[in-house]
């Protein structure tokens, strides 16, 4: 149980362009999922936490208006990165939180590169 | 908010011999610890975790420990294989909060 899938697993795009990432809890309902980015060599950076239903929650640094998060169902939540460019090129990894619990489990990645 | 901070950044080890990674956090308040081993390109994969109520869980070959009052956390692992390299991950939450991962240690395990 407690599986999470994310779509597409890599994405290749021209700067300026859209892309938008799906990340779904396919045995289970996440009232919370969480964006994180992750660059070469480093750690997990949490982008944002989305709540079912409500505005997401966007840490210190990370554009809300570049990086639309959008959570209609409990068990979906979307990330799209909106104008992106190079800089933007990264692995985006979600995950989910079952109520009540403090375990996430995390979706097996998109690999964004922005031409 | 929480700082998470992992030693060492890089670990190498003969086979079979014993590996330990130090994380220490911030906030007093933690009080779940999960583990994750990663591998190139994929997903961050939970080991092990301990919550604040526990000092030590073991599980197979792979222990960590838990010092609230210094507030620092290790994960243990002994009798190491090849198969163990990866970069491995600490993290911390109250349980309703994000996790805050630290920065990672790669392990090498040499043959």
């Known amino acids: 149980g407690a599986v999470v899938s994310q779509h597409p697993s890599w994405v290749i795009c021209k700067s300026g362009t859209s892309v938008k990432i799906e990340c779904r809890s396919l045995d289970f309902q996440a009232t919370t999922m969480f964006w994180y980015r992750q660059f070469p060599k480093q750690s997990l950076m949490l982008m944002a936490t989305s709540n079912e239903g409500s505005k997401a929650t966007y840490e210190q640094g990370v554009e809300k208006d570049k990086f639309l998060i959008n959570h209609a169902s409990l068990t979906l939540s979307t990330l799209t990165v909106t104008s992106a460019h190079p800089e933007d090129s990264s692995f985006y990894i979600c995950?989910?939180?079952?109520?009540?619990?403090?375990?996430?489990?995390f979706g097996p990645g998109t690999r964004l590169t922005v031409l | 908010g929480e700082n998470v901070e992992q030693h060492p950044s890089t670990l190498s080890v003969q086979e079979g011999d014993s590996a330990v990674i130090k994380c220490t956090y911030s906030?007093?308040?933690?009080?779940?610890f999960p583990w994750y081993k990663q591998e190139l390109g994929k997903r961050p994969q939970l080991i092990i975790d301990i919550r604040s109520n526990v000092g030590e869980k073991k599980d197979q070959r792979i222990a960590v420990t838990l010092n609230k009052t210094a507030k620092h956390f290790s994960l243990h692992i002994t009798e190491t294989q090849p198969e163990d390299s990866a970069v491995y991950f600490c993290a911390a939450s109250r349980g309703n909060t994000p996790l805050v991962f630290g920065k990672g240690t790669r392990l090498s395990v040499i043959a």
């Open positions: 906030d007093s308040a933690s009080n779940y």
């Open positions: 995950s989910a939180r079952l109520a009540g619990v403090g375990e996430q489990f």
